[in-house]
Every structure is written in C-alpha cells, then in structure tokens.
C-alpha cells in the first residue's frame, strides 16, 4: 500500500499517522519529522532547512525531493509507504510520480483531511509535544490520559514547536491553502484521491480513514 497522507498544517496529518502505522505495518515517512530530527542533530541539511521552516514557508523543492527520493530507495518501503507532508506542490508531485514510475511503482491512493482554515489556527496554537518523545498533544483536544505524563513514554516535559508560535502559524497556513488546490486537483485527476471530514473527532477521522485503506 503505498499511501499520501495529506492536509493543511495542524489537519491532523500527524495523528492520523499514528493510528494507521499501528493497524497497517508500513513505514512513515514525514518530511516534517525528518527536518525536525536535522535541526535537532544540527546537521547541514537542518541548519538549511531551520530558516525556512522557522518563517512557515516550505523548504527548497530539490532539497525535500533529494531527502524522499532517498528514503524511498530504501528495503523497507518495497511492501509501502505512508508518505506525510509530501508532496505540498506540483512540482514535488510531479517528481514523486517520476520516482515512483522508475522503480515501477505507483500510489494507490491520497488520503485528503480537509479542515477549514479557522480551526486550524486554534489546533496548532494549543498543540504541543513531548520533549522525550515527540508525541503530540492538545490543550483544547486531545490532552495527556494522566494531566501533566505523556501517555507514550512517561516523560513529564512538554514543549511547544517554534512554528506553531502565532507569527508563523499564520504565513505557515497562507502557504499551504495557495498550493492545496493545484495539488487536490492533481491527485483528483489521477482518480486516487479520497476527501475525508477532518473536523470530527480524532476516532470518528480515523474511522474514515481506515474505511477508504481497507477497501484498497
Ligand atoms: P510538518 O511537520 O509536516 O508540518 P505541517 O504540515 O504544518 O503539519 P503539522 O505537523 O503541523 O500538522 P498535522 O497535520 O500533522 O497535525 P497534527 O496531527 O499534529 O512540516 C513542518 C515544516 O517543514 C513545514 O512548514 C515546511 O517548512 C517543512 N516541510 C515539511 N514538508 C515539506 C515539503 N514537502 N516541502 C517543503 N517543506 C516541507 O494535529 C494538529 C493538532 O490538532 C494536534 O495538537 C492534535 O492533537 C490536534 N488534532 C488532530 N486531529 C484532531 C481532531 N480530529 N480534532 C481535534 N484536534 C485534533
Ligand atoms: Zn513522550
């Protein structure tokens, strides 16, 4: 099953992800994830990366498709792939296509969480994540079992990412709604492409997730 999972900033990209690796066995390949761990191991490819992600724009079409064109070419993605975040423009589709098409593969299907782009602005400020392990959480929807421990991995320090801060949320999300269309379109035209209500609760979304992936 080779899947895109996509969506506006904060649509619930992320979360959707986790449910899905734990009922289908592929890996997850963010973009985002991926620049977050760079920046974090200060590599080169992160310290590039830091300026643009900092100022809500996307990073440079041939450095994110270098890094996927990458991780694809690894073994454990022959049997699929959940791709998150990727591809967010027509050019980024158009290489994914290429990529795919050489190794003679293909996507089965986009998975599109629509959410309008005011309650966007609310899920991403009051988002935040675990310091040990990343997992994610909301103040307003989706809060720790235990207030204060994260339900993962136990930790009790939690933090918010730098661009989900006001001043970037904003351009990050003016961004993205310009490049939505074109690419809607896109996977439209190619007839794989699966709208589904992002603004329910976070079982109810996945339960029309996992409808369209188990009648793949
Ligand atoms: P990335 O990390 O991919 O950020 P994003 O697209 O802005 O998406 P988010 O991770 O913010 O949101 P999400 O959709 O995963 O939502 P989540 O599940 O967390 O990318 C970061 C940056 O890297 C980009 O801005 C760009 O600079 C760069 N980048 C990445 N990919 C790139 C590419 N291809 N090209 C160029 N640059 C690239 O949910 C959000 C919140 O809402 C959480 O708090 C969650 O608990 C809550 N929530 C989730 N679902 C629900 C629900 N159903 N109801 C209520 N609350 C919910
Ligand atoms: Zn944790």
Known sequence: MNLVLMGLPGAGKGTQADLIIKDFNIPHISTGDIFRAAIKNQTEMGKKAKSYIDAGNLVPDEVVNGIVA???????????????????????AKALNKMLEDDGRQLDAVINIHVAPDVLVDRLSARFMCKNCGASYNRLYHKPKVEGTCDVCGGHEFFQRDDDKPATVKNRLDVNIKLNT?????????????????????????????EVLVNL
């Open 70 to 92: 990458e991780r694809l070419a690894q073994d454990d993605t022959t049997k699929g792939f959940m791709l998150d975040g990727f591809p967010r423009n027509l050019v980024q």
């Open 182 to 210: 074109p690419l809607v379109d896109f996977y439209k035209n190619q007839g794989i492409l699966h709208n589904i209500n992002g603004e329910q609760s976070i079982e109810d979304v996945y339960k029309d997730v996992r």
